[in-house]
T-cell receptor, first 113, second 114 residues
Framework: GENVEQHPSTLSVQEGDSAVIKCTYS??????FPWYKQELGKRPQLIID?????GEKKDQRIAVTLNKTAKHFSLHITETQPEDSAVYFC????????????FGTGTRLQVTL | GAGVSQSPRYKVAKRGQDVALRCDPI?????LFWYQQALGQGPEFLTY????????KSGLPSDRFFAERPEGSVSTLKIQRTQQEDSAVYLC????????????FGPGTRLTVT
């Protein structure tokens, strides 16, 4: 079945350091991998996504890498700031599942001063 | 422009009551999704509409859950005879294309069943 695993569950970094969150997906075809940021009590906000024909994508301090052979993808945040503190979810759309997102379990990122 | 909106934002229901949750997608978005998010968990898929057609309802947890989108825009998720395990945030998302395209979420409805 379709499954996405996410690590770590919590991550604490000092302001200015980098943060890396990793996800692996199950042995099913998948071609779309978005990342969402969710602040407490707020909606999930799409921050970056990558499609299967691309290995890496950057947007300012955020980057995502995809390794289709190993079936894993990662979120990289550089020069972290306190406002980056939130829960981050990776997700995937598996082929043949009518576009539904399958989410990872989330990573609570805490950026300390 | 306006994003996805949902109402009510908060709903408290006594066990056994019926509830109706509304979603207004981004104007012109073809696809509409409902997800359920339990406390401390990631959203889990409930059902999917393409225009007015409900193409996937495999995530609905029981026959007490029913969703509709009769005119291909606003959608309503109805839960009959609510149970305590139905307590969660119900999120709606919309997308302007089918397939692997961005889904934008509404703020959710927090349902508490007492």
């Amino acid at each position: 079945g379709e499954n996405v695993e996410q690590h770590p569950s919590t991550l604490s970094v000092q302001e200015g350091d980098s943060a890396v969150i990793k996800c692996t997906y199950s042995d099913s075809a998948s071609n779309y991998f978005p990342w969402y940021k969710q602040e407490l009590g707020k909606r999930p906000q799409l921050i970056i996504d990558i499609r299967s024909n691309v290995g890496e994508k950057k947007d300012q301090r955020i980057a995502v890498t995809l390794n289709k052979t190993a079936k894993h993808f990662s979120l990289h945040i550089t020069e972290t700031q306190p406002e980056d503190s939130a829960v981050y979810f990776c997700a995937a759309i598996f082929t043949g599942t009518a576009s539904k997102l399958t989410f990872g379990t989330g990573t609570r990122l805490q950026v300390t001063l | 422009g306006a994003g996805v909106s949902q109402s009510p934002r908060y709903k408290v229901a006594k066990r056994g009551q019926d509830v109706a949750l509304r979603c207004d997608p981004i104007s012109g978005h073809v696809s509409l999704f409902w997800y359920q998010q339990a406390l401390g968990q990631g959203p889990e898929f409930l059902t999917y509409f393409q225009n007015e057609a409900q193409l996937d309802k495999s995530g609905l947890p029981s026959d007490r859950f029913f969703a509709e989108r009769p005119e291909g825009s606003v959608s309503t998720l109805k839960i009959q005879r609510t149970q305590q395990e139905d307590s969660a945030v119900y999120l709606c998302a919309s997308s302007n294309r089918t397939g692997t395209y961005e889904q934008y979420f509404g703020p959710g409805t927090r349902l508490t069943v007492t």
